[in-house]
Nanobody, 124 residues
Framework: VQLQASGGGLVQAGGSLRLSCVAS????????IGWFRQAPGKERAFVAA????????KYADSVKGRFTISRDNAENTVNLHMIDLRPEDTAVYYC??????????????????WGQGTLVTVSS
């Protein structure tokens, strides 16, 4: 599967953005699609993920209540709606797929397919 992320940009603190991840190819019912982010000088960190077939989502504590992950199976798209953005949310955001998931993993090494990343910059 190939993933294409988009929607990043520059926004003021308190603002909102919606990131989209379009998947091409076969996505199986046991697939998990997730969003990760990497800030300069920091490790890649889990943001949110969901089961492609439905059945649950998971969020990092730092984004709970502010970010919402959703899917549109007809469009093969997973969206990340972000509100109340903070400067510490500044990072390159990547979508990724775990095509044979047993659980929603927060470990980026579990995900085998990655999009190219989209930059989110939140100014204070």
């Amino acid at each position: 599967v190939q993933l294409q992320a988009s929607g990043g940009g520059l926004v003021q603190a308190g603002g909102s953005l919606r990131l989209s991840c379009v998947a091409s190819g076969s996505i199986f019912s046991r697939s998990v699609i997730g969003w990760f982010r990497q800030a300069p000088g920091k490790e890649r960190a889990f943001v949110a993920a969901l089961w492609w077939s439905g059945g649950g989502t998971k969020y990092a504590d730092s984004v709970k209540g502010r970010f919402t992950i959703s899917r549109d199976n007809a469009e093969n798209t997973v969206n990340l709606h972000m509100i109340d953005l903070r400067p510490e949310d500044t990072a390159v955001y990547y979508c990724a797929a775990d095509l044979a998931a047993r659980m929603i993993s927060m470990n980026w090494k579990t995900y085998t397919s990655w999009g190219q990343g989209t930059l989110v910059t939140v100014s204070s």
